[in-house]
């Protein structure tokens, strides 16, 4: 599964460098899919249940699994790119959302639920732990987006109005299978839930917009878009738990970065 998350992060890192203004993402897709298959490995996405691409490109409202096409990028759009790849039979599974033509680019709301959301997302990753109870990453993730909507409101910023956090769509087991129990909410839930094993593997998915967390899915049953037209930003990674403590399957660094400044336990099974 390391294998298979380092593939991912590869493949989000080029399509991060190629998405600029005048690429449509039926292009960034084809990259991706050349990318995965040079390294050994096969998408995830392509073919499941039907699906057209390796990868889900999904642009300003689009929350979730835009399927890629001739849609052309121009400056400034908001893009959550969802990749997955397979590797002797394991599967790794991330997600980043990036401002085209670069941050400088975004808007001021938009580069504040794109942070905000990547920012929940090692929240609820680190609160993550063998032993531990599973809802516990939807409370840090929601308790994350909370403060973050506050910190902004008392900086004297009022454009970004409210955050939703999306409840149809959570976090989920992989291994391999892409999609397995248990899921994963990404919002804070009562019921004490399940118990995390050491040896889970799990996919941690926070998606919040910028308005509602209604959603309705276009025509082509797959793209999921915001019910009000808002935008959002979706962030993912792959993660296994063990009793030593984490290590981000989809992340380059394995995580160590973001883990260490949130107090969480890094923990590598190899290099």
Request: proline residues 4%.
């Amino acid at each position: 599964m390391r294998r298979a998350g380092l593939v991912v992060a590869d493949t989000l890192a080029m399509v991060r460098e190629r998405a600029v203004a005048g690429v449509s993402t039926g292009e960034l897709d084809a990259l991706a899919e050349d990318l995965i298959r040079s390294a050994g490995a096969r998408p995830s996405f392509l073919g499941y249940h039907g699906f057209s691409g390796s990868l889900c490109t999904s642009v300003n409202e689009e929350v979730v699994h835009g399927i890629p096409g001739p849609r052309v990028l121009a400056d400034g759009d908001l893009l959550s790119v969802d990749c997955g790849a397979i590797v002797d039979g394991w599967h790794g599974d991330a997600a980043i959302t990036l401002v085209v033509g670069g941050r400088d680019r975004g808007r001021p709301e938009d580069l504040a639920v794109m942070d905000d959301t990547e920012a929940a997302l090692w929240d609820g990753i680190a609160a993550l732990r063998a032993g531990g109870r599973l809802y516990a990453v939807g409370d840090a993730v929601e308790a994350s987006v909370e403060s973050a909507l506050e910190g902004r409101a008392a900086q004297g910023v009022s454009t970004y109005g409210t955050y939703g956090i999306l409840e149809d769509y959570v976090g989920h087991g992989i291994g391999r299978q892409m999609h397995m129990d248990p899921n994963v909410p990404n919002y804070a839930v009562t019921s004490t839930g399940p118990t995390v094993p050491s040896g889970a593997t799990l996919a941690i998915e926070p998606m919040v917009t910028l308005g509602t967390i209604e959603t309705r899915t276009l025509d082509d049953d797959w793209t999921v878009v915001t019910s009000d037209g808002s935008r959002a930003a979706h962030w993912e990674h792959t993660v296994a738990v063990t009793d030593g403590g984490l290590w981000v399957l989809t992340a380059a660094d394995g995580g160590q970065e973001q883990l260490r400044a949130r107090g969480a336990a890094f923990a590598p099974l190899s290099d």
